[in-house]
């Protein structure tokens, strides 16, 4: 996806939560007496318009210590876009992509020709939840017709981590013993994740991070992170497809290397260990280092491989300093 639109996405999502944090910070209420023993608070205003709460609704109480959390599960209006040529230019997949994440329900497009139409309906794939639900000439209906529940986050982004982990140890495999063949196959699993991390994206843009509203924005970015180390793995096999040499024990050696690097970040993530962390730190230095070396002394597709090894580690470390946010 290109940056430009990226960058659109994260700041309507920045704007979105950061905004709504601002609005409803600092609120003082005072106790009134109901009666000989009931004490009661009003709820603000704004809040309960942005929760979409109403008389009867039930709300979450939780009491912390000298902290007293009153928490709602929100009715989430369903939101609609129409986009059209003249006013958005030319419509392409990502653009549908980002239209997801940013939590449309109903997405109405007009499109130019039949290769538009087809990018369309190849990236609405990809989108969990999305269908056509109506074809017009030069017009297409699109609607979420199955509502992700914020419970399904953790699965599916426990799905993108295995996705990846098993990406990076079938190319190894498949360089090891030159089934270059297997490579178009492998490439397959990375449209996989990009569907898992769309729908992560989606669920913290319409719902938040449950766990931790107020490292919503964290998770969102390690969520985008976890995305770019898989393309890079794509990169991969797109490089070797039609290849017939070896490639060297050594550079497979360090494929391993950065296979393990990532998976030892996946094992942090769920399972915090200070261990885990110092190895994070001092190993993505060591790994770099020996990355440069091997680009210096390779040409060709070899060090092109490196290249991209490189970049995972640089993006697994990206991934780790939104977790290390994460938990602070």
């Excluded at 998976?263 to 060591?286: C, G, L, T, V």
Aim: glycine fraction near 4%.
């Amino acid at each position: 996806m290109d940056i430009l639109c990226i960058s659109i996405n994260i700041c309507v999502f920045l704007e979105r939560f950061i905004n709504l944090s601002l609005l409803l910070s600092n609120m003082k209420r005072r106790i009134v007496q109901h009666g000989s023993s009931s004490l009661t608070i009003t709820l603000p205003r704004k809040w309960v318009r942005v929760m979409g709460l109403e008389k009867g609704d039930e709300l979450e109480v939780e009491i912390e210590g000298s902290d007293l959390v009153v928490s709602a599960k929100p009715r989430f209006a369903l939101e609609k876009k129409v986009v059209t040529v003249s006013e958005f230019g030319v419509f392409t997949k990502n653009n549908l992509a980002h239209l997801y994440m940013l939590g449309y329900d109903e997405v109405e497009v007009q499109f130019q020709n039949e290769k538009g139409l087809e990018e369309i309906k190849e990236r609405v794939l990809d989108c969990i939840g999305y269908e056509i639900i109506e074809q017009k000439p030069n017009r297409v209906y699109i609607k979420s017709i199955a509502h992700t529940l914020e419970d399904d986050f953790d699965v599916l982004l426990r799905k993108v981590f295995l996705v990846t982990l098993e990406m990076g140890k079938e190319l190894v495999e498949a360089l090891a013993h030159k089934e270059y063949h297997k490579l178009k196959e492998i490439r397959h699993q990375e449209s996989l994740n990009n569907k898992f991390t769309m729908a992560c994206a989606r669920i913290l843009n319409k719902r938040g991070y449950s766990k931790h509203p107020k490292r919503t924005l964290q998770m969102y970015e390690l969520v985008k992170h976890l995305e770019r180390v898989c393309d890079e793995y794509k990169y991969i096999c797109d490089l070797f497809v039609g290849y017939t040499k070896e490639v060297s024990p050594e550079l497979l050696e360090f494929f391993s290397q950065v296979n393990q690097y990532f998976e030892r970040f996946y094992a942090m993530f769920y399972k915090f260990d200070p261990q885990h962390k110092e190895y994070i730190y001092k190993k993505r230095k060591e790994l770099i280092a020996k990355g440069n070396e091997f680009i210096s002394n390779n040409t060709g597709r070899e060090a092109l491989l490196v290249h991209y090894l490189v970049n995972i580690v640089a993006k697994t470390y990206d991934c780790a300093g939104a977790y290390f946010a994460l938990i602070l």
